[in-house]
Antibody, heavy 117, light 106 residues
């Protein structure tokens, strides 16, 4: 059984940098074809993809946010780390990590991050 | 950027009825479309990928169809647990979601 868990701060101040970690168990992120993505959802609003990193370290970013985003993968720890710079109140959202494997996706429960002074 | 427009924004039906949800892309995306279900306080769940393939563990009452710019998610006979918000998502050009259709109990 695959489990996915997001961790990190739940409150950041404006202009600070957010660092979130996605820890996956029950499945190796080095497996061919596997991708790990970060998706966010502001309260009461729709979903938005932020970034996607594949098993071979191929990385993709949202065109509108790519200047603020960075994603890295540590296969030895089975973790993916998202860094998002210059946080603002509009970035307040639940941030989800999701693992994409053939024919399914496994999602974490999400972490609500508020941006406020 | 490819924009996905979902209709209707909300739909009120009774258990046992058939639900038809639509998703229209601003340009052709071939069959690069997925459908997700999201219940309050939960993460989304993948239902359909590549327009018409059911994800692992998804019941047969969920059916996806369409290609190009017009797509449909059909739930043949609604169960109480099916009332949720449904999102379509394309992967033809980056990854974007529609705004969602809220399926409510009548």
């Amino acid at each position: 059984q695959i489990t996915v868990k997001e961790s990190g701060p739940t409150l950041v101040k404006p202009r600070q940098t957010l660092t979130l970690t996605c820890t996956v168990s029950g499945f190796s992120l080095s497996t061919t074809g596997v991708g790990v993505g970060w998706i966010r959802q502001p309260p009461g609003k729709a979903l938005e993809w932020l970034t996607l990193i594949y098993w071979d370290d191929d990385k993709h970013y949202s065109p509108s946010l790519k200047r603020r985003l960075s994603v890295t993968k540590d296969s030895s720890k089975n973790q993916v780390v998202l860094v998002m710079t210059n946080m603002e109140p509009v970035d307040t959202a639940t941030y989800y990590c999701a693992v994409s494997i053939p024919e399914t996706m496994a999602w974490g429960q999400g972490i609500l991050v508020a941006v406020s002074s | 950027e490819i924009v996905l427009t979902q209709s209707p924004a909300s739909l009120s039906l009774s258990p046992g009825e058939r639900a038809t949800l639509s998703c229209r892309a601003s340009q052709s995306i071939s069959n690069n479309l997925a459908w997700f279900q999201q219940k309050p306080g939960q993460a989304p769940r993948l239902l359909i990928y590549d327009a018409s393939n059911r994800a692992t563990g998804i019941p047969g009452r969920f059916r996806g169809s369409g290609s190009g710019t017009d797509f449909t998610l059909t739930i043949s006979s609604l169960e109480p647990e099916d009332f949720a918000v449904y999102y379509c998502q394309q992967r033809s050009d980056w990854l974007t979601f529609g705004q969602g259709t809220r399926l409510e109990i009548k």
